[in-house]
T-cell receptor, first 116, second 114 residues
């Protein structure tokens, strides 16, 4: 099956700093990528949807200036958490879908962010 | 948004079949039924999806009720590696189109006993 990777798998940062998470589709071109967040014992919450070369569409309640998403190529999307705070600590998961006829959505392994 | 209802948890014994139910009484005619599972500390993994007919693949089978208001994911022989949270999701968007997003509910936590 198609593979989606994320880097880093774990990151610890200090409060007030920014951290960037990369999501790559390794063996297919992803015209659409998604970013989810998951708090402990909870389900995945969709944060935003991005199409290659376009601005991301954010879900209600997600601050676009805090969570910067860039989908500059068909195989790479990045999520930057700006001015991170402890409440941003979470499991961030990206997902990618191919273009035409791509009904399946493939998920990355997730990135554990801890803000101290 | 069309929603799904699943039991919070289920338990099974190793090498026995497991039937995971999902109710989706407000499903529309163009909604596909997707199943994903999430192992601890990992991203979700695609399991199976269907529209009206029952579906089989190497991982599982999907049985869809005739009125499409419910479906059942069937693991034919559970293994310890099948212990995960199983999500039943209705694909939003137009049938045949790629413009949809997956909205996750709480899922069913499956425990497999040795």
């Amino acid at each position: 099956g198609a593979v989606v990777s994320q880097h880093p798998s774990r990151v610890i940062c200090k409060s007030g700093t920014s951290v960037k998470i990369e999501c790559r589709s390794l063996d297919f071109q992803a015209t659409t990528m998604f970013w989810y967040r998951q708090f402990p014992k909870q389900s995945l919450m969709l944060m935003a949807t991005s199409n290659e070369g376009s601005k991301a569409t954010y879900e209600q309640g997600v601050e676009k200036d805090k969570f910067l998403i860039n989908h500059a190529s068909l195989t790479l999307s990045t999520l930057t958490v700006t001015s991170a705070h402890p409440e941003d600590s979470s499991f961030y998961i990206c997902s990618a879908r191919a273009g035409t006829g791509g009904y399946e959505q493939y998920f990355g392994p997730g990135t554990r962010l801890t803000v101290t | 948004d069309a929603k799904t209802t699943q039991p919070n948890s289920m338990e099974s014994n190793e090498e026995e079949p497991v039937h995971l139910p999902c109710n989706h009484s407000t499903i529309s005619g163009t909604d596909y039924i997707h199943w994903y599972r999430q192992l601890p500390s990992q991203g979700p993994e695609y399991v199976i999806h269907g529209l009206t007919s029952n579906v089989n693949n190497r991982m599982a089978s999907l049985a869809i009720a005739e009125d499409r208001k419910s479906s059942t994911l069937i693991l034919h022989r559970a293994t310890l590696r099948d212990a995960a949270v199983y999500y039943c999701i209705l694909r939003e968007g137009n049938s045949g189109g790629s413009n949809y997003k997956l909205t996750f509910g709480k899922g069913t936590l499956l425990t497999v006993n040795p």
